[in-house]
């Protein structure tokens, strides 16, 4: 794989700062019942990377200190962490809101059945990938029979509840060199397809744009299309973004229990702007995070263009 961050580093992306900091993006690690071609973490089924209950235990440290009120689950499949029963549990003990980002297929695999009824009991916010509402699209990108596993697993979180009256959200983004299409017009496509043709509901779709790092800035690099990506994403910078720009209220955390500023600097292993190296997180329990320098590059440029971008979709 190409590297990217040689191509990133020298930046004329604005300064940014932190505001108060609300939420902690965990990656639980990278183990995943699936090995799809986009997967910016190279997760699959051996990795053999996963958080451990030690790390677990100084996240909730780290939550208690600092009034934490979001938790916000990735990997990899958080869900097949070990331990994520029971980072769920005590998130839940504690009061906090609890996002899981799930690949729906997981939901349908042996020994895992019981999730879905354990996200529901606990009334944790599910946020799922479908790349596209049709099949070819999506078994492109994440494997044979994805799209057909991902729509009896929706079904049944229908069922539980989900996309009524509790949250459940889909996550697109862009099969190519594009900006992803106006979030409002394609949420409305994608419901009436999936409801016309498999009568599934969904709270919200978050378009999300990608960004030129890992495997998808490399295969930029193999087409020599990547000055021409980050063309596109600078002449599209709207200065309205910065104020909502994920960073500002996010931590991430990887699989170690180290910290950056987003999960894209976690994968460029930018460390977070309050550290000039790798910071862990048993050692920033009484940090004041707010008005903090955020670690930038050219990157960031992807999160400003448009209508902007973060894991919560578009900004603006
Ligand atoms: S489901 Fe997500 S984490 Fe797993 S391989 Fe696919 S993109 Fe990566
Ligand atoms: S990539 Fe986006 S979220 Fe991450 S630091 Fe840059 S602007 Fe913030």
Same mark, same amino acid.
């Given at each position: 794989?190409?590297? $990217?961050?040689?191509?990133l580093?020298?930046?004329?992306?604005?300064?940014? %700062?932190?505001? /108060?900091?609300?939420?902690? %993006?965990?990656?639980?690690? @990278?183990?995943?019942?699936?090995? *799809?071609?986009?997967?910016?973490v190279?997760?699959?089924?051996?990795?053999?990377?996963?958080?451990?209950?030690?790390?677990?235990?100084?996240?909730f440290?780290?939550?208690?200190? %600092?009034?934490?009120?979001?938790?916000?689950?990735?990997?990899?499949?958080?869900?097949?962490?070990? =331990?994520?029963?029971?980072?769920?549990?005590?998130?839940?003990?504690?009061?906090?809101?609890?996002?899981?980002? *799930?690949?729906? $297929?997981?939901?349908?695999?042996?020994?895992?059945?019981?999730?879905?009824?354990?996200?529901?009991?606990?009334?944790?916010q599910?946020?799922?990938?479908?790349? *596209?509402?049709?099949?070819?699209?999506?078994?492109? +990108?994440?494997?044979?029979?994805?799209?057909?596993?991902?729509?009896?697993?929706?079904?049944?979180?229908?069922?539980?509840?989900? #996309?009524?009256?509790?949250?459940?959200?889909?996550? @697109?983004?862009?099969? #190519? /060199? +594009?900006?992803?299409p106006?979030?409002?017009?394609?949420?409305?496509?994608?419901?009436?397809?999936?409801?016309?043709n498999? #009568?599934?509901?969904?709270?919200?779709?978050?378009?999300? $744009?990608?960004?030129?790092?890992?495997r998808?800035?490399?295969?930029?690099?193999?087409?020599?299309?990547?000055?021409? @990506?980050?063309?596109?994403?600078? $002449?599209?910078?709207?200065?309205?973004?910065?104020?909502?720009?994920?960073?500002?209220?996010?931590?991430s955390?990887?699989?170690?229990?180290?910290?950056?500023?987003?999960?894209?600097?976690?994968?460029?292993?930018?460390? /977070?702007?309050?550290?000039?190296?790798?910071? =862990?997180?048993?050692?920033?329990?009484?940090?004041?995070?707010?008005? +903090?320098p955020?670690?930038?590059?050219? =990157?960031?440029?992807?999160?400003?263009?448009?209508?902007?971008?973060?894991?919560? #979709?578009?900004?603006?």
């Open positions: 794989m190409h590297p $990217t961050l040689d191509r580093a020298n930046t004329d992306f604005p300064p940014i %700062q932190r505001n /108060a900091l609300t939420t902690l %993006q965990v990656n639980l690690g @990278y183990l995943c019942n699936l090995s *799809c071609l986009h997967c910016h190279n997760a699959g089924p051996t990795r053999k990377e996963l958080m451990d209950k030690a790390t677990v235990d100084q996240l440290e780290f939550i208690d200190q %600092q009034s934490i009120e979001t938790l916000d689950l990735t990997g990899g499949a958080p869900e097949m962490n070990p =331990h994520f029963e029971y980072v769920v549990t005590e998130a839940v003990k504690r009061g906090l809101t609890v996002i899981n980002r *799930c690949n729906l $297929t997981i939901l349908e695999e042996p020994g895992y059945e019981h999730i879905a009824e354990f996200l529901a009991k606990n009334k944790v599910i946020v799922a990938s479908l790349p *596209c509402y049709s099949s070819d699209n999506v078994d492109a +990108q994440r494997g044979n029979g994805v799209f057909d596993k991902s729509i009896t697993a929706l079904q049944k979180l229908n069922a539980l509840g989900y #996309g009524k009256e509790l949250e459940l959200s889909l996550v @697109y983004n862009p099969q #190519g /060199a +594009q900006l992803p106006e979030q409002a017009s394609l949420e409305k496509e994608y419901k009436q397809h999936l409801f016309d498999f #009568g599934i509901v969904f709270s919200g779709l978050l378009t999300i $744009t990608n960004m030129p790092i890992k998808f800035g490399s295969t930029l690099i193999s087409k020599r299309s990547f000055d021409e @990506y980050m063309d596109l994403l600078k $002449t599209s910078y709207q200065s309205i973004n910065l104020d909502n720009l994920m960073c500002k209220s996010i931590l955390v990887d699989w170690q229990g180290y910290v950056y500023d987003c999960d894209f600097n976690q994968m460029l292993e930018l460390p /977070a702007g309050i550290a000039s190296s790798k910071k =862990h997180i048993s050692a920033c329990l009484t940090l004041d995070f707010n008005q +903090q955020i670690t930038i590059a050219d =990157h960031c440029y992807g999160c400003t263009a448009g209508s902007g971008s973060s894991c919560g #979709g578009a900004l603006t």
